[in-house]
């Protein structure tokens, strides 16, 4: 398989338009009702009643627990064994402890029944990802936090626009968020969203959204900054140039507790308002490419797709599959390097070492592990086209080829 070695994939890609930079800085000059045209526009598309942003998904997931924390003595929080690392840093910085539940075979839904007989009355709410933008069960975990009494938290960071059963994801549970953060099919470089519906739980976050610092000029400056860096060098052949530029990072997300709560800054407002015209557009582009992949990989016995849940259509932040081991895995990601694709989190989430960030009752996620270990998570960006996909999968079978043949000999 021939590589050119000039072209390197970034590990995220999202193309921003000049027009959509040219208008930010317009609009960061001279615009003054930004935030409320912002509003009404999610509150229009994802037909929800309360929405507030914030400089980032971990912020928002950290002010969401931090309000629904305000009037609730409970301080245990369930989240899967395998997601972002962001997800644990804000439980962290809100000061809550970690269940983790373990996923059901080999897939990125929670084992249901681990999950009834994990909730206890120190569980204050259960956190449902949907890891890559896939559809997953959501009816039966709202059902169960509505029985249980306890709050149901939609991240929905990486799935912004997805529908589960006709209603957006973010928008089913008492309150959701979406990232806006670089890596994310609509960006604003730093930003995200907070959805809800419940009048009680919106006070409280404005309550807690009050109190924060109007964010700085150097902040809106950071913004169009990277916006522009963005739009000159996220390009397969000058990406490079980037892993020069000490403030932009994309890619592999590390845990880290300390990070800033803030609100949105203007610039990424105005970025974020017209980027979301482009939604549903840039994700069904991506939803072609995860095909396109699936199309190629799910007759390989060799290989597991994962889609999501039954019939609901998924997004597709990248296309997940499972090999046969960690030892493919790692060649495969390997030999994937040299077209710059590597992988997303180091680990399960049980690999954080934090002195107590776990629930004493946590037990290990065996089948979390199983995954992350076998999983290869493939690009589906802007700057992913026929050929890559064709040179990515070429390489997979590839490698796994040589793992039968070596096999074999063995
Ligand atoms: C599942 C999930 N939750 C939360 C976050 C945090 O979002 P942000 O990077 O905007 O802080 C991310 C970020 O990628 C994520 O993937």
Redesign the pocket.
């Known amino acids: 398989m021939q590589i050119n070695l000039l072209r390197k994939l970034p590990p995220a890609g999202v193309r921003i338009r000049w027009q959509e930079i040219i208008y930010t800085i317009f609009g960061y000059i001279f615009l003054q009702n930004h935030k409320q045209k912002l509003t009404n526009d999610v509150k229009k598309y994802f037909n929800v009643k309360y929405c507030f942003f914030v400089n ?4 928002a ?1 950290a002010l969401i627990l931090l309000s629904l924390m305000k009037k609730d003595k409970r301080r245990e929080l369930i989240m899967p064994g395998y ?2 690392f ?2 644990p840093a804000s439980i962290k910085r809100a000061g809550l402890k970690i269940r983790l539940i373990d996923f059901s075979n080999d897939s990125f839904e929670y084992n249901f029944k681990l999950l009834e007989k994990a909730i206890n009355p120190e569980t204050l709410a259960v956190i449902l ?1 949907y ?1 890559f933008g896939l559809s997953v069960n959501v009816t039966r975990i709202k059902r169960l936090a509505e029985t249980r009494n306890i709050y149901f938290i939609e ?1 929905a ?2 799935a912004m626009g997805l529908k589960v059963n006709n209603q957006y994801a973010g928008c089913i549970g008492d309150v959701g968020f979406f ?3 670089k ?1 994310k099919p609509v960006t604003s470089i730093k ?2 969203i907070i959805v809800t519906n419940n009048e009680t739980i919106a006070e409280n976050i404005d309550r807690e959204i009050e109190i924060l610092k109007r964010p700085s000029f150097l902040e809106n400056l950071y913004i169009i900054m990277v916006a522009l860096f963005m739009k000159i060098f996220i390009n397969p052949y000058l990406y490079w140039v980037l892993d020069f530029v000490w403030f932009i990072k994309l890619g592999e ?1 590390v845990y880290n507790p300390r990070f800033k709560i803030g609100l949105m800054p203007k610039a990424a407002v105005i970025l974020a308002k017209m980027m979301l015209k482009r939604l549903d557009e840039v994700n069904r582009e991506r939803t072609i490419k995860a095909n396109n992949f699936s199309k190629r990989l799910s007759q390989i016995s060799e290989i597991k797709t994962i889609q999501g849940y039954k019939s609901q259509d998924s997004l597709f932040l990248r296309f997940p599959v499972l090999v046969g081991s960690s030892e493919l895995r790692l060649e495969i990601y390997k030999r994937l390097s040299k077209m710059g694709i590597s992988m997303m989190y180091s680990g399960t989430i049980e690999t954080i070492n934090e002195p107590d960030l776990f629930s004493e009752k946590n037990f290990p996620c065996l089948r979390a592990n199983k995954v992350a270990e076998r999983l290869l998570t493939l690009p589906t960006h802007d700057y992913v086209n026929d050929d890559d996909i064709k040179s990515i999968v070429s390489i997979i079978l590839e490698t796994i080829s040589g793992f039968k043949r070596r096999d074999g000999q063995n």
């Open positions: 980032s998904g971990r912020s997931l997601t972002c962001s997800v990802v890891p991240d960071a990486q990232s806006l953060g890596g930003g995200g997300t």
